[in-house]
């Protein structure tokens, strides 16, 4: 199975932000590096293979 989050980048990144500053992690993504990696970024396909499970919600 492959879960993916099928949000708007705002929302992508305010998590992000948050995930940041709370601190528990040892890698805090800048906004930059977000926005870098999330150009390459294509939606999953059925053609991939995987069976998809979406979440498409804003709740943090």
């Keep these: 199975r492959l ?5 708007p980048e705002d929302i992508c990144m ?7 500053q ?17 150009a390459w970024f294509e ?3 059925d053609a991939e293979g995987f069976t998809i499970v979406p979440y498409q919600t804003d709740i943090m």
Excluded: K, V
Excluded at 3 to 7: D, R
Excluded at 14 to 20: D, E, F, I, P, Y
């Design 14 to 20: 305010q998590r992000l932000r948050a995930r940041n």
């Design 43 to 45: 939606p999953p396909s």
């Design 22 to 38: 709370a601190g528990a992690h040892q890698f805090a993504a800048s906004d930059a590096q977000f926005h870098q990696i999330s």
């Design 3 to 7: 879960h993916y989050l099928n949000l």
